[in-house]
Each structure stands twice: as C-alpha cells, then as structure tokens.
C-alpha cells in the first residue's frame, strides 16, 4: 500500500511540477519583460513552490515569524535535509528570495527561463572566477534588498545528521552589511531520500530563530557568529525530532 501511494505522488509531482512550470514558467517570463526587478517573478516563483508543496500532500507549519525582518534584506542559514527544502523556504518565506543556483538549471525550458525573469543568480560552480563573479553579483543583489538562503553544509545531509558549515555565508553577510537569520528545517529528507526520486508525503517544519548581526569584517567574530547559528540549528533540529 505504501509503495502504491508513493508511486502516485512520484508521478504526481512531475506532472504537477511539469505543468506548473508550463504555465507559471511563461507568466513569470512575461511579467518580467515588464518588472525587470524580478519581484513579481518571484511571487510566482514562490506560489509554483507553495503549489507543489500543497498539491502533493506536503504540510508546512513555519514557526518564528517575529523573528522575520520587515523591510530589509536578510540571510537566511538554513540546514540542508532534501529536495523540498527549497520549495518549502521559496513558497512559505514571505519574503522578496533571490537564489543562488547552478547554472545548468537556468537552461532549463520554463522553469530556468522564470529563474532568470526573477533575477536568481547562477554560479558555475567548477569555476573560481565566475563562482567570486556570482558572488559579487549575490552582494549586490542583498544590498538592493533581496534576501537570500544560504545552506553553508554544501550538499543534502547523507543520514539526516546536520554536517559541518563551510565558511563563507558570514563572508556574504559582513560585506553585504546584513543580518544572518538561523532556519531549522526538519521532515524534507522523508520526503525524497537523498539518491531516490520517490515522493512519500509527510510534514515539514521551518523554524525562524533571532537573528545575529555582524558589525565590522572581523573574520574571526564571523567564523564564532556562523558556528553559533550551527548550534541554535542543530538545537531546534533535536527539539523538533523528539517532537515528532
């Protein structure tokens, strides 16, 4: 039975997420020839995600949402449990998103071409120069007041367990002069398992904990900063699966 109810919503999902592409695709494509800032592409972006998410029998509870700042850019470090852990944060985070992919999806008919109407940065990720250029554009993109997710692990958790966080998002933060606001994640990796494509539908959990601001470039502050949020993460991440 179980495996029944996963066969349906693996093909539901790719014939939701191929439609939904199809149709919100080519709407964002035509608002942006208008809104060249990329905000109304990425309300469309964010109702796609909320779509497949609701669609598809995934429940989404966000707690924390005191801790959202009005009116400013923010980084948001988040763990990284699965695929669905960017539909749920793009649908369910009120909040104007610019995210930082790999190139290759930006070439992707529809779904690629909305990314690039909403103003979403691509990163060659095998390449120093156009990874800094990415970069730079990323920090010019925060300080005209789009937010970004960060998952400093790199990759999706292999067992669930939240890895190491890679420098660099308190880099991002310092120069850009931006508050970094922990995200806990849990429920994604139930959802599709790291090397399987089978949707099994299930909740997921956003907790928005207080942000930490970084004043100054102190490298070493930064590192201290990036290691707390780590900590505040994994905490909740705890809570949260003995709650389940």
Same mark, same amino acid.
């Given at each position: 039975?179980?495996?029944?109810?996963?066969?349906?919503?693996?093909?539901?999902?790719?014939?939701?997420?191929?439609?939904?592409?199809?149709?919100?695709?080519?709407?964002?494509?035509?608002?942006?020839?208008?809104?060249?800032?990329?905000?109304? =592409?990425?309300?469309?972006?964010?109702?796609?995600?909320?779509?497949?998410?609701?669609?598809?029998?995934?429940?989404?509870?966000?707690?924390?949402?005191?801790?959202?700042?009005?009116?400013?850019?923010?980084?948001?470090?988040?763990?990284?449990?699965?695929?669905?852990?960017?539909?749920?944060? =793009?649908?369910?985070?009120?909040?104007?998103?610019?995210?930082?992919?790999?190139?290759?999806?930006? +070439?992707?008919?529809?779904?690629?071409?909305?990314?690039?109407?909403? /103003?979403?940065?691509?990163?060659?990720?095998?390449?120093?120069?156009?990874?800094?250029?990415?970069?730079?554009?990323?920090?010019?993109?925060?300080?005209?007041?789009? =937010?970004?997710?960060?998952?400093?692990?790199?990759?999706?958790?292999?067992?669930?367990?939240?890895?190491?966080?890679?420098?660099?998002?308190?880099?991002?933060?310092? /120069?850009?002069?931006?508050?970094?606001?922990?995200?806990?994640?849990?429920?994604?990796?139930?959802?599709? +398992?790291?090397?399987?494509?089978?949707?099994?539908?299930?909740?997921?959990?956003?907790?928005? =904990?207080?942000?930490?601001?970084?004043?100054?470039?102190?490298?070493?502050?930064?590192?201290?900063?990036?290691?707390?949020? +780590?900590?505040?993460?994994?905490?909740?991440?705890?809570?949260?699966?003995?709650?389940?």
């Amino acid at each position: 039975m179980k495996l029944a109810s996963s066969f349906y919503h693996t093909l539901r999902f790719w014939v939701l997420i191929t439609i939904l592409s199809i149709v919100l695709g080519t709407l964002s494509i035509i608002v942006g020839v208008f809104d060249r800032s990329g905000n109304t =592409s990425h309300k469309i972006a964010a109702l796609w995600s909320k779509l497949i998410c609701r669609w598809n029998g995934i429940r989404v509870e966000i707690s924390g949402m005191e801790n959202l700042l009005q009116n400013r850019a923010q980084i948001f470090i988040a763990n990284h449990q699965g695929y669905y852990d960017i539909f749920a944060l =793009s649908g369910y985070l009120p909040v104007q998103l610019r995210w930082v992919s790999k190139a290759s999806l930006f +070439r992707v008919p529809f779904m690629g071409w909305a990314m690039s109407a909403a /103003r979403y940065i691509p990163v060659e990720r095998g390449d120093r120069k156009k990874s800094y250029q990415a970069f730079l554009t990323t920090i010019e993109s925060v300080k005209a007041g789009n =937010s970004v997710v960060i998952f400093p692990e790199g990759t999706r958790s292999e067992d669930g367990t939240i890895g190491p966080f890679k420098k660099g998002s308190q880099l991002l933060a310092q /120069r850009a002069d931006v508050p970094m606001v922990p995200v806990t994640i849990t429920g994604t990796r139930n959802i599709i +398992r790291k090397g399987s494509m089978m949707i099994h539908p299930g909740l997921v959990r956003i907790i928005i =904990s207080p942000c930490i601001s970084l004043e100054g470039g102190d490298k070493k502050k930064g590192d201290e900063s990036l290691e707390a949020i +780590r900590d505040t993460i994994c905490k909740n991440f705890e809570e949260n699966l003995q709650s389940d």
